[in-house]
């Protein structure tokens, strides 16, 4: 079966450190996002892709970059982590096409340090 | 801008019917989903609408007006296992869902 995959599932880091989290999806979707959740405040959009070479910004995206060099893949990077981004990470995926439903990934819970 | 209110929590008996209401302001509309999320696990789909109507799937159904910027999810029967946050998500152009911070279901026996 199609499925969608975060790793790790969960990872503590010190303040500083670059933190790359991984996503990974079968379902051959062109659009993949990332998301954080934090309580009181839902999901916040951080970055998406709408294919191959394809980045763009989300709401929350300061500190936070993603690439996309395959359909699989769309890794997050935290350049130098903070207590701020301490959080619960989502990915999912859609297909193409207008009111396509987004697939998610059982996250990850970071923990800064 | 994006607004999305919906309820913090609601409580209910089991066997109940409850609504969870959600208003919206989004740039830009694409339709309305609703997601289940239990607690530690991933959000899961529960319905879309993308017309203004009512859409029903077993014991959820989905509501939306588009003209006032409003939909509710109905749960019928209600069980236990309902107990979850509903997340309200209207879509974006592009496919970009925004979420509200969620309405946490408690069921009691």
């Known amino acids: 079966d199609a499925e969608i995959t975060q790793s790790p599932r969960h990872k503590i880091t010190e303040t500083g450190r670059q933190v790359t989290l991984a996503c990974h999806q079968t379902?051959?979707?062109?659009?993949m996002f990332w998301y954080r959740q934090d309580l009181g405040h839902g999901l916040r959009l951080i970055h998406y892709?709408?294919?191959?070479?394809?980045?763009n910004k989300g709401e929350v995206s300061d500190g936070y970059s993603v690439s996309r060099s395959n359909t699989e893949d769309l890794p997050l990077t935290l350049e130098s982590a903070a207590s701020s981004q301490t959080s619960v990470y989502f990915c999912?995926?859609?297909?193409?096409?207008?009111?396509?439903?987004?697939?998610f990934g059982q996250g990850t819970r970071l923990t800064v340090v | 801008g994006q607004n999305i209110d919906q309820p913090t929590e609601m409580t209910a008996t089991e066997g109940a019917i409850v609504q969870i209401n959600c208003t919206y302001q989004?740039?830009?509309?694409?339709?309305l989903f609703w997601y289940q999320q239990h607690a530690g696990e991933a959000p899961t789909f529960l319905s879309y609408?993308?017309?203004?109507g009512l859409e029903e799937k077993g014991r959820f159904s989905s509501f939306l007006s588009r003209s006032k910027g409003y939909s509710y999810l109905l749960l019928k029967e209600l069980q236990m296992k309902d107990s979850a946050s509903y997340l309200c998500a209207p879509m974006e152009y592009g496919n970009k869902l925004v979420f509200g911070a969620g309405t946490i279901l408690r069921v009691k026996s």
């Open positions: 989004t740039s830009g509309f694409n339709g």
């Open positions: 379902w051959n979707h062109n659009n």
């Open positions: 892709s709408y294919g191959v070479q394809d980045t």
């Open positions: 999912a995926s859609s297909e193409s096409g207008g009111g396509t439903e987004a697939f």
């Open positions: 609408n993308v017309l203004d």
